[in-house]
């Protein structure tokens, strides 16, 4: 456990709420700022660019230029390899800094932005500069008399729009495939946690990485983001965030010049859990630690739990006996396991969907209320609400927060009929010990990812993304190049 004195040195830290164009730290060309509080204590932790669209007009202007003198694309993949290599040791050596940011940001346990954040966000950089010089275009089979060349191309200028809740690992999760593969980038952080998303700019700089190819505006979302997605020199948008604003990236595309959209979206992820299924008691521990981490704001969070009626009562129990080893605490203290919401709006949000938990006729049996409202920060107990049908509000809506649902069902037909019926489709998990049921189940699941007996392993490896509402296109993995690279077909007379 860390023995760094995190309250001191927050106490001490002036963050930079300036943003980076065309490598330089920048006012906003009105000179508009927002304040930006820790939803730890509420304290003020300093004004921040909001930027506008001529901001944005700017950082994209740069972002092309940058592209089309061939500063970044045209260096060789392993020159981009050395750059990208240097970023992701800089992200590392700058670990305390960051992930003391994140924290004071968005409010998550110091333990897991030094523990998970950090260094997930550099693995990501890292690995994405080891593929980059080892991929390989293609020729197709074709009549002796030509010769077609199959090539991937970097696309240009890519908008990069991510959610408050991972703020660094959903930036690198853009960044990583976009500037390896040769593009520009100009990336909107949440207004909500714009802090980390600057310094990362900053290290690239400093890491080799060329002015313009990689470029901050923070800002709301109704004026950078939409400035950003219509503008009509990005040529794609990498968007994450809820399902909501999603829809708006299409129509945003749609109104200026179809760019490519991705969105990875909200969820509503089933955990089933079957009869045959002995160790209940590792399931209700895997089941909380993925719910309850990161204060329940993950998009993957196994927020309905599906368990069959015979096996139900025990299993409610552990999960009951589970949900107060999360009690909320303090997130500076590195012994926290549950910190903050990221606001106030935040903390009601979720307040709300507990008081519609127990309207509908659901069972609380952990938590249910606000905690340490003394600080002035925003904290929501861990919570356990079982007696809940799919209809219900708290079953079918994304709460992102500390709030899971328990419901029943009888057999194998209903658990897959409860687990499909929702708009969302991001993960899934089942758990059973027979070999057949988890792989017949696994495959009827529609999810974009589905574990087996398990849910906490995860890696840059594998793709991330959601079937129905929850997305298109596919984080992380070789994957993700699909989604910044064009395909050319050059034919060549021979
Ligand atoms: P959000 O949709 O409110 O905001 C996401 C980003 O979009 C922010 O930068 C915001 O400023 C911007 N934005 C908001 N309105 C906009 C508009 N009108 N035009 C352009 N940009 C706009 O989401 P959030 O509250 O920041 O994040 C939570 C959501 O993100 C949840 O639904 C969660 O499931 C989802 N999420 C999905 C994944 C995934 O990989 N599928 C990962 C993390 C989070």
Redesign the pocket.
């Known amino acids: 456990m860390s023995t760094i004195d995190w309250a001191a040195r927050a106490a001490d830290l002036r963050p930079d709420g300036r943003a980076l164009i065309d490598g330089r730290r920048v006012e906003a060309a009105d000179g508009q700022t927002f304040a930006k509080h820790s939803p730890i204590d509420n304290r003020l932790l300093g004004a921040v660019v909001r930027g506008q669209a001529a901001d944005i007009d700017a950082a994209v202007r740069a972002a092309r230029t940058a592209f089309d003198d061939r500063r970044w694309a045209g260096k060789a993949p392993a020159v981009r390899k050395k750059i990208l290599q240097r970023f992701s040791e800089k992200i590392l050596a700058a670990k305390e800094e960051l992930a003391l940011l994140e924290t004071l940001d968005m409010g998550k346990p110091i333990q897991y932005a030094l523990s998970v954040d950090v260094p997930s966000t550099a693995r990501c950089i890292a690995w994405y500069a080891e593929a980059v010089d080892k991929i390989y275009d293609e020729i197709a089979p074709t009549p002796d008399s030509a010769l077609a060349l199959i090539t991937r191309e970097a696309m240009g200028v890519i908008g990069a729009?991510?959610?408050?809740?991972?703020p660094m690992i959903?930036a690198a999760w853009k960044l990583g495939p976009a500037l390896a593969a040769g593009n520009s980038v100009v990336l909107?952080?949440?207004?909500?946690s714009p802090y980390t998303a600057l310094r990362l700019a900053e290290l690239a700089i400093e890491a080799g990485i060329p002015p313009g190819v990689f470029n901050v505006v923070p800002g709301?979302?109704?004026e950078a983001?939409?400035a950003l997605?219509l503008h009509m020199e990005v040529d794609a948008i990498g968007?994450?965030?809820?399902?909501?604003?999603g829809r708006?990236m299409l129509d945003y595309a749609g109104r200026s010049n179809l760019k490519r959209v991705y969105n990875?979206?909200?969820?509503k992820s089933a955990f089933l859990v079957f009869d045959d299924f002995k160790d209940l008691g590792r399931a209700a521990r895997t089941v909380a630690g993925s719910m309850f981490f990161n204060q329940g704001e993950s998009?993957n969070a196994p927020s309905r739990v599906l368990v069959h009626e015979s096996v139900a009562e025990e299993f409610v129990g552990l999960i009951a006996a589970e949900a107060p080893k999360y009690a909320p605490g303090d997130p500076l203290n590195p012994a926290t396991e549950l910190g903050a919401l990221v606001d106030e709006t935040q903390m009601k949000t979720v307040l709300g969907y507990i008081d519609a938990g127990h309207a509908d006729g659901g069972r609380c049996v952990a938590g249910g209320q606000r905690a340490r409202a003394e600080t002035g920060g925003f904290y929501v107990e861990p919570t356990v609400f079982d007696g809940i049908r799919n209809d219900m509000k708290i079953a079918r809506e994304?709460i992102?927060g500390p709030v899971m649902s328990i419901i029943r069902f009888k057999d194998e037909a209903e658990a897959l009929q409860l687990a499909n019926s929702s708009s969302y489709g991001?993960q899934a998990s089942v758990w059973s010990d027979n070999i057949n049921r988890a792989h017949r189940v696994a495959r009827a699941l529609r999810a974009g990812t589905v574990h087996v007996n398990q849910y906490d392993e995860d890696d840059i490896t594998v793709p991330?993304?959601?079937y129905k509402q929850?997305?298109n296109g596919r984080?992380k993995s070789l994957h993700a190049f699909d989604k910044y690279t064009e395909l050319k077909t050059t034919w060549i007379r021979i």
Request: net charge negative; glycine share 20%.
């Open positions: 729009i991510v959610p408050w809740n991972y959903m909107k952080p949440s207004e909500k709301f979302g109704h983001g939409e997605a968007f994450t965030g809820s399902t909501r604003v708006r990875e979206l909200g969820g998009c994304e992102f991001l991330f993304g959601g929850s997305g984080d």
